[in-house]
T-cell receptor, first 115, second 112 residues
Framework: DTGVSQDPRHKITKRGQNVTFRCDPI?????LYWYRQTLGQGPEFLTYFQNEAQLEKSRLLSDRFSAERPKGSFSTLEIQRTEQGDSAMYLC?????????????FGPGTRLLVL | DAKTTQPPSMDCAEGRAANLPCNHSTISGNEYVYWYRQIHSQGPQYIIHGLKNNETNEMASLIITEDRKSSTLILPHATLRDTAVYYCIVRVGGAAGNKLTFGGGTRVLVKP
C-alpha cells in the first residue's frame, strides 16, 4: 500500500496524559498536513510542513500541541496534558507541491478518545 | 480561499446519475475547484479537481460553468458505496495555496 498511513488508528487515554500520533506520507511528497475533525464537522486545518519546515500553524494548535517532521519524511503530532475536548479524529494528508494544482491525499486518521 | 455553498443533503437512486451542485461565486482566477468525499469513519478521499475546463476521471465528472461561479460533480452510476459526505472546496493553486478549508458538505444517501 503506497498511500498515507497513520498510527495508531485508535487511542483511548485518560485526561492529563500525553499522546503521540505518527503519519507516514506518500513517498516523495514534500508537503504534510495535519487536520482535526470532531463529530459532525468537516476537517479543520491544524498545521503543515514543507519538507522539514513547519510553515503554518492554526490557532487551533494550542501550546499543548506540537508537531515535527524531522527528516522531511514522517511526522509526529504530540498532545500534552490531554483534555476531553481533544477527543477527535486526527487526519494527516500529504501532497507534492508544484505549480498549478496540488492534490492532498489523506490517511485513515487516528481517532482519539480522552476519558 | 473562496467560500463554497452546497446543499446539506440529497438522496439518489442506485444505478442513476448523482448530480451534486456547488456554488463558489467569489472564486478567483487562480483558484481550483476540488471535490473530496468522506465515507463514515474514514479519511477524506480525493475525487477530482478542475480550473476552467470540464474534467472526467474513473470516479466522476466535474462540470464547471463558464463564469466559474458554480460547478457540478456527477457520479455517473451511483452505487450504495457512494453514500458519503461530499465536499466542494476551492483553493489557490501552486505554492501560494496550502490548507483545504472544508465546509459542511453534502450528505449523499444512495438508496436501493
Amino acid at each position: 500500500d503506497t498511500g498515507v498511513s497513520q498510527d495508531p488508528r485508535h487511542k483511548i487515554t485518560k485526561r492529563g496524559q500525553n499522546v503521540t500520533f505518527r503519519c507516514d506520507p506518500i513517498s516523495e511528497h514534500n508537503r504534510l498536513y495535519w487536520y482535526r475533525q470532531t463529530l459532525g464537522q468537516g476537517p479543520e486545518f491544524l498545521t503543515y510542513f514543507q519538507n522539514e519546515a513547519q510553515l503554518e500553524k492554526s490557532r487551533l494548535l494550542s501550546d499543548r500541541f506540537s508537531a515535527e517532521r524531522p527528516k522531511g519524511s514522517f511526522s509526529t503530532l504530540e498532545i500534552q496534558r490531554t483534555e476531553q475536548g481533544d477527543s477527535a479524529m486526527y487526519l494527516c494528508a500529504s501532497s507534492f507541491m508544484q505549480t498549478g494544482a496540488e492534490t492532498q491525499y489523506f490517511g485513515p486518521g487516528t481517532r482519539l478518545l480522552v476519558l | 480561499d473562496a467560500k463554497t455553498t452546497q446543499p446539506p443533503s440529497m438522496d439518489c437512486a442506485e444505478g442513476r446519475a448523482a448530480n451534486l451542485p456547488c456554488n463558489h461565486s467569489t472564486i478567483s482566477g487562480n483558484e481550483y475547484v476540488y471535490w473530496y468525499r468522506q465515507i463514515h469513519s474514514q479519511g477524506p478521499q480525493y475525487i477530482i479537481h478542475g480550473l476552467k475546463n470540464n474534467e472526467t476521471n474513473e470516479m466522476a465528472s466535474l462540470i464547471i460553468t463558464e463564469d466559474r461561479k458554480s460547478s457540478t460533480l456527477i457520479l455517473p452510476h451511483a452505487t450504495l458505496r457512494d453514500t458519503a459526505v461530499y465536499y466542494c472546496i476551492v483553493r489557490v493553486g501552486g505554492a501560494a495555496g496550502n490548507k483545504l478549508t472544508f465546509g459542511g458538505g453534502t450528505r449523499v444517501l444512495v438508496k436501493p
